[in-house]
């Protein structure tokens, strides 16, 4: 199946300082990507949709100057933590939509995710 | 307003049994539905997948149903093994491939 490769996998920052995290479709490309936040014992919840070449579409209460996200190539999407905060610890994983599979069950494609945590 | 619910947090089940999950949605723009797998600090693992034009789907062990009238999907997983245990979320698609998930059952198959 497609390949969709997250980095880094684990991060750890100060507060206060920005972070960045790549998605890359390494076999595919992906004009949508979706980045998504899980927190401890929850569920997956998405917060915005990447778009290449266009702006991102943010979910309501997600703070679009805090998380900015370039969808700038057809295999890349980077998601920037800025000014890092202890309540931005989570586990960010991000998806992408391989458009030559239209018909496969799975839809879309995961990356292994990157846990964030801000000291 | 959650548009995908699993009332369930956890379940725990004899090895050899059947396991079923269940899963609510309120948006009927929805038009496909998935189950994943996931471990803690990883990405999640498809599983099956369910059409809104179908209403049972089978793959091996895991047997998606759908009862779209109700808005209710549910996993069997026939018969469960240890190997089987991780937190199961249930996902919810519509036309722009947004993906929407549940909050997770726990599954714990006993030995």
């Known amino acids: 199946g497609a390949v969709v490769s997250q980095h880094p996998s684990w991060v750890i920052c100060k507060s206060g300082t920005s972070v960045k995290i790549e998605c890359r479709s390494l076999?595919?490309?992906?004009?949508?990507m979706f980045w998504y936040r899980q927190f401890p014992k929850q569920s997956l919840m998405l917060m915005a949709t990447s778009n290449e070449g266009s702006k991102a579409t943010y979910e309501q209460g997600v703070e679009k100057d805090k998380f900015l996200i370039n969808h700038a190539s057809l295999t890349l999407s980077t998601l920037t933590v800025t000014s890092a905060h202890p309540e931005d610890s989570s586990f960010y994983i991000c998806s992408a939509r391989d458009l030559r599979l239209v018909t496969t069950n799975e839809k879309l494609f995961f990356g292994s995710g990157t846990q964030l945590s801000v000291l | 307003d959650q548009q995908v619910k699993q009332n369930s947090p956890s379940l725990s089940v004899q090895e050899g049994r059947i396991s079923i999950l269940n899963c609510d949605y309120t948006n009927s723009m929805f038009d496909y539905f998935l189950w994943y797998k996931k471990y803690p600090a990883e990405g999640p693992t498809f599983l099956i997948s369910?059409?809104?034009?179908?209403d049972k789907n089978e793959d091996g062990r895991f047997t998606v149903f759908l009862n779209k009238s109700a808005k209710h999907l549910s996993l069997h997983i026939v018969p469960s093994q240890p190997g089987d245990s991780a937190v199961y979320f249930c996902g919810a698609m519509d036309s722009s491939y947004k993906l929407i998930f549940g909050s997770g059952t726990r599954l714990l198959v006993r030995p």
């Open positions: 076999d595919f490309q992906a004009t949508t």
């Open positions: 369910i059409s809104s034009i179908k």
